[in-house]
Protein backbone atom coordinates (compact mmCIF):
# COMPACT_ATOMS: atom_id res chain seq x y z
CA UNK A 1 0.00 0.00 0.00
CA UNK A 2 1.76 3.63 -0.93
CA UNK A 3 2.28 5.64 1.62
CA UNK A 4 -0.58 8.20 0.89
CA UNK A 5 -2.94 5.67 0.69
CA UNK A 6 -1.82 4.17 3.84
CA UNK A 7 -2.27 7.39 5.68
CA UNK A 8 -6.08 7.99 4.09
CA UNK A 9 -6.88 4.29 5.22
CA UNK A 10 -5.46 5.33 8.79
CA UNK A 11 -6.91 8.13 9.44
CA UNK A 12 -10.50 7.12 8.66
CA UNK A 13 -10.32 3.79 10.13
CA UNK A 14 -9.15 6.32 13.21
CA UNK A 15 -12.24 8.29 12.60
CA UNK A 16 -14.38 4.89 12.51
CA UNK A 17 -12.93 3.47 15.73
CA UNK A 18 -10.34 5.98 17.81
CA UNK A 19 -9.97 3.18 20.24
CA UNK A 20 -8.74 0.65 17.85
CA UNK A 21 -5.43 -0.90 18.54
CA UNK A 22 -2.76 -1.27 15.72
CA UNK A 23 -2.62 -4.15 15.58
CA UNK A 24 -6.68 -4.56 14.56
CA UNK A 25 -5.53 -1.85 12.38
CA UNK A 26 -3.22 -3.73 10.86
CA UNK A 27 -5.29 -6.79 10.26
CA UNK A 28 -8.15 -4.46 8.96
CA UNK A 29 -5.67 -2.57 6.68
CA UNK A 30 -4.09 -5.89 5.54
CA UNK A 31 -0.35 -4.41 6.75
CA UNK A 32 2.29 -4.75 9.25
CA UNK A 33 1.81 -3.69 12.63
CA UNK A 34 5.14 -1.90 12.46
CA UNK A 35 4.10 -0.29 9.17
CA UNK A 36 0.80 0.53 11.27
CA UNK A 37 2.89 2.02 14.44
CA UNK A 38 5.09 4.04 11.81
CA UNK A 39 2.50 5.55 10.05
CA UNK A 40 0.39 6.84 13.39
CA UNK A 41 3.73 7.96 14.53
CA UNK A 42 4.21 10.56 11.52
CA UNK A 43 0.86 11.00 11.84
CA UNK A 44 1.41 12.39 15.36
CA UNK A 45 4.39 14.12 14.34
CA UNK A 46 2.27 16.16 11.42
CA UNK A 47 -0.01 17.12 14.48
CA UNK A 48 -2.97 14.92 11.98
CA UNK A 49 -3.33 12.68 14.91
CA UNK A 50 -3.16 13.21 18.88
CA UNK A 51 -2.78 9.62 21.52
CA UNK A 52 -4.45 9.94 24.20
CA UNK A 53 -3.17 7.20 26.84
CA UNK A 54 -6.35 5.42 28.38
CA UNK A 55 -4.23 4.61 31.71
CA UNK A 56 -5.19 0.50 30.70
CA UNK A 57 -1.87 -1.07 30.39
CA UNK A 58 -0.42 -0.08 26.94
CA UNK A 59 -4.00 1.26 25.61
CA UNK A 60 -4.15 4.49 23.48
CA UNK A 61 -6.94 6.36 21.92
CA UNK A 62 -6.41 8.18 18.66
CA UNK A 63 -8.33 11.81 17.86
CA UNK A 64 -8.06 12.85 13.95
CA UNK A 65 -7.04 16.75 14.60
CA UNK A 66 -8.52 19.76 12.18
CA UNK A 67 -5.15 19.65 10.43
CA UNK A 68 -6.17 15.85 9.67
CA UNK A 69 -9.73 16.18 8.69
CA UNK A 70 -8.11 18.53 6.11
CA UNK A 71 -5.35 16.37 5.20
CA UNK A 72 -8.34 13.52 5.01
CA UNK A 73 -10.12 15.66 2.91
CA UNK A 74 -7.44 16.04 0.73
CA UNK A 75 -6.57 12.71 0.28
CA UNK A 76 -10.03 11.94 -1.08
CA UNK A 77 -9.56 14.46 -3.29
CA UNK A 78 -6.48 13.23 -5.11
CA UNK A 79 -7.62 9.68 -4.79
CA UNK A 80 -11.30 10.79 -6.08
CA UNK A 81 -9.82 12.29 -9.38
CA UNK A 82 -7.16 9.77 -9.92
CA UNK A 83 -9.86 7.18 -9.96
CA UNK A 84 -12.08 8.89 -12.33
CA UNK A 85 -8.88 9.22 -14.77
CA UNK A 86 -8.58 5.53 -14.30
CA UNK A 87 -12.38 5.55 -15.13
CA UNK A 88 -11.85 7.69 -18.32
CA UNK A 89 -8.85 5.62 -19.02
CA UNK A 90 -10.66 1.93 -18.81
CA UNK A 91 -13.78 3.56 -20.50
CA UNK A 92 -11.21 4.76 -23.59
CA UNK A 93 -9.95 0.83 -23.09
CA UNK A 94 -13.60 -0.79 -23.78
CA UNK A 95 -14.38 1.59 -26.58
CA UNK A 96 -11.95 0.28 -28.36
CA UNK A 97 -12.42 -3.04 -27.73
CA UNK A 98 -15.76 -2.70 -28.76
CA UNK A 99 -14.67 -1.65 -32.17
CA UNK A 100 -12.24 -4.45 -32.44
CA UNK A 101 -14.99 -6.37 -31.81
CA UNK A 102 -17.12 -4.98 -34.61
CA UNK A 103 -14.53 -5.23 -37.14
CA UNK A 104 -13.49 -8.93 -36.57
CA UNK A 105 -17.63 -10.02 -36.47
CA UNK A 106 -18.02 -7.88 -40.08
CA UNK A 107 -14.51 -10.08 -41.59
CA UNK A 108 -15.92 -13.55 -39.78
CA UNK A 109 -18.91 -12.39 -41.64
CA UNK A 110 -17.78 -11.76 -44.65
CA UNK A 111 -15.46 -14.66 -45.03
CA UNK A 112 -18.35 -17.34 -44.84
CA UNK A 113 -19.40 -19.39 -47.55
CA UNK A 114 -22.50 -19.54 -48.63
Do not use: W
Not at 12 to 17: G, L
Request: charged share 25%; net charge positive; with cysteine.
Amino acid sequence: MPPEELRYALLKAIQASPETSQRSLARALGVSVGRVNAGLQQLVERGLVVVTELGQGRRQRYSISRLGLLEKSALATVFIRRKEQQRQQLQDEITQLEADLAESRQHVGLCRNP
